[in-house]
């Protein structure tokens, strides 16, 4: 969205909120509006950090550039150099963007406490390290009054669930703006599809089955690639996505995106218990996370949700949901969203569009109009229910939700420097491992 949007022009936020009463051709249309929206501050320059600049921090850093021409990114933190100088380089060979990078070689901050640093110097900061650290993240940023986009998941354990809530609550007394990275829920295709299952286009909803079918995303490498000195901490840090208590395994890190498609389709209530299946079949090289779960949710109604998430090199892979009504199937598959039954119905668009810079449009859109979008409440469910299907498969145990959010778990230690001890569990073990 320009930055000059006609005062006439309905927001995406109103849309957002009254889509339920919108057809697809309208949709399209409030996707397209003219220029001139933002109202009096809007040229005011707005300053943006990037605490984690791996692939997708990089990715987030560009979509807020897009979103807002008057966005100018000051500040990063990292605890790779060379992160930030290919995430810069790639900014700044970015036409579009180029010119509202401003990022001074000091205020490139290196280390653990990085992200103090950049809060300090921003109006809006992008959360996108590893998840075991985005509970205290968030806090630091609400605590200092500034506009957050959050990438999913919030936490890895039920410990930094309750933290992270406890500063969305804070977030909403300040009338902070925060945007969670669940991006799908700011795709007009998806929104038009769970606004017609919420109408009841395909009756009752019986069952939802999700699936995130794919290879390994980040595998361990092996132990004697480690550099001489580098301390546990830091190279499990550098290798994150292969610990527990860093990543929240993979149904928690990247299978959370479908798991919160499960509960968008039951309208964000969540299920009242779970069990769960899972393991891992390939080597874990020091790592204690599962390359399998399929989880069986279950909610008061007796309806049903199925997700299947596996990270294997070689196997059948898709991403899809498929949600079963009285009237018919809604799907969301690699062709596009669709209902089939008594009232069939299939997504056409009429353009393309980015989730990612919609979901910045919305966030900065709601910064210079003073009403603060707050994805607090369904980012902690769904980043919750994804924890609630590892405990189940961890432990091989039927989990409720009440025992899942009241969970003692801490799996994150308290890191005061590289130094750190960390005791990492070992692979868990269903009907062993205990539930905490």
């Not at 930030?84 to 406490?113: W, Y």
């Not at 929104?191 to 009752?204: A, C, N, P, S």
């Amino acid at each position: 969205m320009s930055s000059k949007e006609s005062p006439a022009s309905p927001s995406r936020r109103d849309f957002l909120k009254t889509s339920g009463a919108v057809s697809a051709g309208s949709l399209t249309a409030n996707f397209a509006a003219a220029p001139g929206l933002y109202a009096q501050d809007s040229q005011k320059i707005l300053k943006v950090g990037l605490v984690g600049c791996g692939g997708r921090g990089s990715g987030a850093a560009q979509n807020a550039l897009t979103a807002d021409k008057y966005t100018r990114i000051v500040a990063l933190a990292d605890i790779v150099p060379e992160n930030m100088e290919i995430c810069l380089r790639g900014l700044k060979n970015n036409k579009e963007v180029a010119a509202q990078v401003d990022v001074a070689d000091e205020k490139k901050f290196l280390g653990l406490d990085a992200y103090k640093k950049v809060i300090d110097e921003v109006d809006v900061i992008l959360l996108a390290s590893p998840p075991g650290f985005r509970p205290y993240h968030l806090r630091a940023a609400v605590e200092a009054g500034k506009h957050i986009f959050c990438e999913k998941p919030m936490a890895t354990d039920a410990v930094g669930v309750r933290h992270a809530m406890e500063s969305m609550r804070m977030a909403k007394e300040k009338k902070l703006s925060v945007v969670a990275g669940f991006c799908w829920r700011y795709h007009p295709e998806k929104m038009e599809l769970f606004k017609r299952v919420h109408e009841g286009q395909i009756g009752d909803v019986l069952a939802v089955y999700g699936c995130y079918l794919t290879n390994p995303v980040k595998p361990m490498p092996p132990a004697d690639t480690r550099p001489a000195g580098m301390t546990d901490l830091e190279w499990m840090v550098r290798n994150w996505y292969n610990f527990t208590f860093l990543s929240g395994d993979g149904l928690v890190e990247q299978a959370v995106h479908t798991v919160d498609w499960i509960a968008w389709a039951m309208k964000d209530q969540m299920p009242v218990s779970c069990t769960a299946v899972g393991g891992r079949q390939i080597p874990a090289n020091g790592g204690n996370i599962f390359d399998h779960i399929e989880v069986n949710y279950l909610w008061d109604n007796g309806a049903r949700g199925f997700m299947a998430q596996r990270q294997m090199n070689g196997c059948f892979g898709e991403t899809a949901l498929r949600i079963l009504g009285t009237k018919g199937i809604a799907e969301i598959t690699g062709r596009g969203s669709s209902i089939t039954g008594e009232n069939a119905w299939r997504f056409k668009p009429t353009k393309k569009y980015d989730m990612y810079d919609l979901e910045h449009e919305e966030l900065f859109l709601s910064i210079r109009d003073g009403k603060a979008l707050n994805d607090g409440d369904r980012m902690m469910k769904s980043t919750m229910m994804a924890i609630m299907g590892r405990m189940a498969g961890y432990t091989g145990q039927q989990i409720t939700w009440d025992q899942a959010l009241n969970s003692k778990e801490n799996l994150m230690p308290d890191v005061t420097g590289w130094d750190t001890p960390v005791v990492v569990p070992p692979l868990a073990r269903p009907g062993i491992t205990q539930f905490v």
